[in-house]
Nanobody, 125 residues
Framework: VQLQASGGGLVQAGGSLRLSCAAS????????MGWFRQAPGKEREFVAG??????????YYADSVKGRFTISRDNGKNTVYLQMNSLKPEDTAVYYC?????????????????WGQGTQVTVSS
């Protein structure tokens, strides 16, 4: 599986961005998908994840983004999205999408098998 993230940019605090992650291959629907981020000098951290059988209620969020970010997937388009609203300066980071085999969302980066190249999100105050 190859992943290509896009949609990052510069936005003012309180603004919104929508990240996309397009996946190659015909087995996208069988992968758990996650979004992670890494700020300068910090470790990569879990942002949001969505399970394989997504019919609602199978998505998970870090406490820091809950209520502001929404993850979704379109298996017909082999794409996972991250809608980010009410952005804060502390959301500034490189955002990565990732895929893992299995049925459950995990928050540890090393449990994911494939990674996209990352897209920069910068939130100005």
């Amino acid at each position: 599986v190859q992943l290509q993230a896009s949609g990052g940019g510069l936005v003012q605090a309180g603004g919104s961005l929508r990240l996309s992650c397009a996946a190659s291959g015909r087995t996208f629907s069988s992968y758990v998908m996650g979004w992670f981020r890494q700020a300068p000098g910090k470790e990569r951290e879990f942002v949001a994840g969505i399970g394989v059988n997504w019919s609602g209620g199978n998505e998970y969020y870090a406490d820091s983004v809950k209520g502001r970010f929404t993850i979704s997937r379109d298996n017909g388009k082999n794409t996972v999205y991250l809608q980010m609203n009410s952005l804060k300066p502390e959301d500034t980071a490189v955002y990565y999408c990732a895929a893992r085999r299995g049925q459950t969302v995990q928050v540890v980066p090393s449990t994911y098998d494939y990674w996209g190249q990352g897209t920069q999100v910068t939130v100005s105050s």
